[in-house]
Each structure stands twice: as structure tokens, then as C-alpha cells.
């Protein structure tokens, strides 16, 4: 049997920047992760958006200056269009920063943490490598390994995505919501320059978002029904292009499929307790919500950041795996999680409803928010991480 202070099932984005988060820390880590990350050919159709919040956290973990610059777009401004002519737009000179966030490839930082971890005295990596058991006993959790392999620890983490082996075998209960929708992710080359801008269009058939990628490229996530998700996904790469262009209003021109499209099934997962006894989730495994907010990985890397500041913290006489403590983690990261959850489904609802007379009060909202500008000065501020 192998021990350690923290166990951490899951080396995706979330559990990789725990533990690179913790790498000044005296705890003994390990990681067990099925595989290891891979820089694609070309560019990576997942995409995201990170906050200047998380930025900070990525830089404070040793990651973000090593990061590529070429590979990366600053989001100067977001316009948001409604339905029926409702229009809401932030612009980072308007809010005194100097961008509202930052479009990078999900490959590009999970590459990057990767190598900083290998570098970690305190982390043994186990990769490829998959769970088969797991026991919570009163002072260690036991994970056993398809191989054989015995880890102890004092907390496990499961950082193992929103299907968390780690949250079944637990027993820790996941209420899920299936959107019967499917986010289309692809990239493309653009006829006009984007100038740093993300769009957004509420539309009949979902929300479409628009992400600038450097140079004359950017990427889309379009959250659509599943039929309709399916029916792009089939088309040959010149008529996805148009009909993305179409539906942009050709707002970067004529555009062309660099990437191919790939969906995968949308879902609100909300999960009541994120703690019990020698566990935490953290990341997807502890929510789920709808990306037209593209807030997903940021709650997953406050999350991390959050558990991490209280685990190198404690001190050693403090048992880090006693569910009072990690109470503690879960009650910290509750509020923003829910509010996240809470207002991406609720304007998802909104957009999606049809009622009668309807359509003209959402679009009123969002051009009356974009008008009164305190309001709006929160908003933008809560999506930057300032608040």
C-alpha cells in the first residue's frame, strides 16, 4: 500500500491545476489519470474562455506565463444579440480593463499544467492508470487501481468529470437535467478581422457564440437542439461554414471549416453535496451547466484554487480529510456555483419559451440592461471575476 496525503482521481483541468496548486505545499499528492494530455494537429476545436480571475490563479500556479501567446486571443469587447433586436455589449475599455478575458485551447493548458507537474516533487503520477475500488474507511480513503495498485490517503479528490466514478462510488447523489440539446464546438478562418470581439446570438434554434481565436480565426460553440446539432455535424465543411456564417449574420464574412465539427449532449448537473467524509469533487464532477455563459472551467478552476488555499493552509495537525473541514470547501464555493447555474438555465428557459408577447419583453431586458449602466457595470464585473 502506497500513502499519501491527497489522492486526486482525474488529471484534466481542474484536477491537474489542484495539484499544481499545491506544489509549494508539504503534502505527498497523487494523481491517477487514464491519459495523459495531447497537443492535436492544427487547432483544437474545445475552446474556452477564461476569466482575467483565472488567469491570475493560472499565473499564481506557474502555468499562464508558459503558455503559447500565439495560441491566444484577449476578448476586447462581447455583443449580445436577442431574438427580436435586443442587444447587450461589454467592452473592456468601458470597463477599465484590459481585456474581458482570454480564448485559449483546452489542449494548450492541460499540456502545460501537465509538464509543470511532472516537475512536482510532492506529485507521483499515475498514468495510464484507472480505478477499480474504492473504500472510505474513518481516517484514509483506499482507492485500489485496475492494476492492483493500493493508494491511501487522508483525502481522495474526484476530478474525474460530470460521469465522476469517483461521485458514484460514493453515493454522492447527481440530480441531472438533459437539455436534448448538443454543443457544436468547431473553428474557422474568418474573411474580416474579429478585432477581439466575442458574439452572441440568442436564436430560434439555440445560442451561438462567436470566439475570437488569434489571427483570422475563431472558434463557435453552438448549443442546438440534438437534431439539429446532428444535421451540422453531417454537412461537408463548405456548407457548415455557410451555414454558420448565415446564422452570425456575416458579421466576419465568408468563413471557412478549418476544424471538423464535433457535439457532445448538454446537461445541468447539480449535485447537493460536493463533501463527505475523506472526499471532495471538484470541477464538472461537482456541476454541470449550460456553456452560453462559457463560465464551465472557470468554476472548475475556483474550485481548485479555493480547495488549494485551504489544504496549504492547514496545519499538521489538522485532519484535511474530516468532513467538518471540507464543509468548509463546499460551503465557499456553493453561492457561485448555484448563481451560475441558477441564471445560465433561467435565460436558456427564457430564450427557448415561446408565449405570446414574450419575445419583445426578453429583447426589451436586455437592451434596457445594456442602457442603464450600473447594472451593467456589475454584470460584466461578475463575469471577470472582480466581485
Not at 498514468?127 to 492492483?148: N, Q, S, V, Y
Not at 454522492?172 to 437535467?177: D, F, N, P, Q, V
Not at 471532495?280 to 475556483?302: C, E, K, M, T
Not at 431586458?365 to 447594472?375: R, V
Amino acid at each position: 500500500m502506497q500513502q499519501f496525503d491527497l489522492i486526486i482521481v482525474g488529471g484534466g483541468l481542474a484536477g491537474a491545476s489542484l495539484a499544481a496548486a499545491l506544489r509549494e505545499s508539504r503534502l505527498r499528492i497523487a494523481l491517477v489519470e487514464g491519459q495523459a494530455p495531447s497537443r492535436p494537429q492544427g487547432w483544437d476545436a474545445r475552446i474556452y474562455a477564461i476569466s482575467p480571475a483565472n488567469a491570475d490563479f493560472l499565473a499564481r500556479i506557474g502555468a499562464w506565463e508558459h503558455l503559447d501567446r500565439q495560441r491566444m486571443a484577449p476578448i476586447s469587447a462581447m455583443e449580445v444579440h436577442g431574438d427580436q433586436g435586443g442587444h447587450l455589449n461589454f467592452s473592456a475599455y468601458e470597463t477599465g480593463v484590459g481585456e474581458l478575458g482570454w480564448i485559449l485551447e483546452s489542449s494548450l493548458m492541460a499540456c502545460e499544467l501537465w509538464e509543470g507537474i511532472k516537475r512536482q516533487a510532492n506529485v507521483t503520477r499515475f498514468c495510464p492508470a484507472r480505478p477499480a475500488g474504492l473504500e472510505i474507511r474513518h481516517d484514509a480513503a483506499l482507492l485500489t487501481l485496475e492494476d492492483g495498485q493500493l493508494l491511501s490517503g487522508r483525502l481522495l479528490v474526484g476530478a474525474d468529470g460530470r460521469d465522476s466514478w469517483v461521485r458514484r462510488q460514493a453515493g454522492l447523489e447527481a440530480i441531472t437535467t438533459p437539455y436534448n440539446e448538443k454543443g457544436l464546438v468547431a473553428n474557422f478562418a474568418t474573411e474580416k478581422p474579429h478585432r477581439g470581439i466575442a458574439w452572441q446570438w440568442f436564436r430560434d434554434d439555440g445560442v451561438l457564440a462567436y470566439l475570437p481565436l488569434p489571427g483570422q480565426r475563431m472558434s463557435i460553440v453552438w448549443s442546438t437542439p440534438d437534431a439539429h446539432a446532428d444535421a451540422l455535424c453531417a454537412l461537408p465543411p463548405e456548407a457548415l461554414a455557410e451555414q454558420v456564417a448565415a446564422a452570425g449574420q456575416h458579421v466576419l464574412g465568408r468563413l471557412e471549416t478549418i476544424t471538423p465539427a464535433a457535439a457532445f449532449p448538454l446537461r445541468l448537473i447539480r449535485v447537493p453535496r460536493t463533501v463527505s467524509p475523506r472526499l471532495a469533487l471538484v470541477g464538472d464532477a461537482g456541476h454541470g451547466i449550460h456553456p452560453l455563459s462559457g463560465h464551465g472551467i472557470n468554476l472548475g478552476f475556483q474550485d481548485a484554487r479555493v480547495l488549494a488555499e485551504m489544504l496549504g493552509a492547514a496545519g499538521p495537525w489538522q485532519d484535511i480529510g474530516e468532513e467538518r473541514f471540507l464543509q468548509r470547501y463546499q460551503r465557499a464555493r456553493r453561492e457561485e456555483t448555484v448563481l451560475m447555474q441558477t441564471t445560465t438555465d433561467t435565460l436558456r428557459r427564457l430564450f427557448r419559451a415561446s408565449p405570446p408577447g414574450l419575445a419583445p419583453l426578453r429583447n426589451l431586458g436586455l437592451t434596457l440592461t445594456n442602457n442603464l449602466g450600473p447594472m451593467k457595470s456589475v454584470l460584466v464585473r461578475y463575469a471577470l471575476g472582480a466581485l
